[in-house]
């Protein structure tokens, strides 16, 4: 096998990455859906817009469509990286998948507001939801579990990566 003779360090990593293929799975299909919600999201923004007598979509029908196209690449940033991670299979997991619920969780938000066409700024009281209020712990309850674990997680991978790659600088 060439891989194996002539270049060791890829014959490695390509190994590693075999005990993670859960979690780079996971990835790849996280940022196929994102990717094709941002689409999707993309015909409904022009649909809306075309309607519109302001040629204009709904706020977060925009930020849906964006955030979604963001996060599809963001999902294949978290495949790569855990396809360097050394930790357990188990870990690896747990810090692919929770940043990857985080981010569809966040385009799903924008989508239902985007629907609803019920506010410009989610996080501005009082916090709306269609013709509903929702109580402040619940939303920054949210923000905060969302920050928590797509940083704890990204930074997971990422230590996970630099100790993988740093022996080849």
Known sequence: NMLNTDFPVLSQLFAQAELQMSSISLALLAAAGLLMTGLLTGLWKYLAIAMSPHSRAPYYVDIAHRSSLMY??????????????PFSPTMTWWATAGPLFFFASAVVTYMIHGWLNDTRNQLAKPYVLGKSHLPGVLVHGFMGMLALVEIAGVAILAVGACKTLWPLL
């Open 72 to 85: 599809a690449y963001s999902a294949l940033l978290v495949a790569f990286l855990a396809a360097l991670s």
